[in-house]
């Protein structure tokens, strides 16, 4: 699996992610989304260097020009309900895109093993398809891995993206054995670690409650 992380290098990252990160910035909820919102486009505009192009020709007012267009637009997969507002800065970016949703979700309990529940989808047809995966967080991997299952039964996609803002190590790891060889993740951020609730250190909290609210 081929890993880049944007904030690697110099540019409007750095300053998006403190934004997320700060918990005083993080109480304006509208703020925060609109920042996910920022981050995803500039994942997607980086995405798209990677996607195949035909040339196109274009006739303005004064002259003609070829530009490279993409062959066709990607499809767009997020997982409910933290990845809305990261999606949006997808969906901006890519405007011919299909959409796909997922609901997915980690059942907490005492026990150790970590059980990740599957309660909805819509999903478009894969096959032959440009696939983005889209979760702003990346924390044992657990969740992501059964979506990418689940996708298994709708088609062998021409490409596998998975975009997340923020990533911890362990769940590179494991996307990194189980996900295609040649397929790509793209990161805001790779950070240092898991604690103990397997949440990801020093991330930045729940995107989830920090969009919509804390659920029951």
Known sequence: ????????????????????????????????????TRLGFLLAAEIGKQLPTTEQQVQTVLGDTTIPLLQQPP??????RA???????????????????????????DGEALHIALNYQALPSLAGRDLILIDPMLATGQSLLKVWQNLQSYGVPRSVHVACAIAAP??????????????????????????????????????????FGCKL
């Open 75 to 80: 499809v767009l997969v997020t997982v409910l």
């Open 1 to 36: 699996m081929n890993i880049f992380q944007l904030n690697q290098s110099p540019g409007l990252v750095h300053q998006i992610l403190f934004q997320l990160r700060d918990p005083q910035i993080q109480q304006d909820r509208l703020r925060f989304k609109f920042n996910l």
């Open 170 to 211: 362990e769940g590179v790891a494991l996307l990194q054995q189980q996900f295609p060889p040649h397929s790509w993740l793209w990161l805001g951020a790779l950070d240092q670690c898991l604690n103990d609730k397997a949440y990801i250190v020093p991330g930045l909290g729940d995107a989830g409650d920090l969009c």
């Open 83 to 109: 990845g809305l507002a990261f999606y949006q800065g997808f969906a901006d970016a890519f405007d011919g895109a299909d959409s796909g949703f997922i609901g997915a979700y980690r059942v907490e309990s």
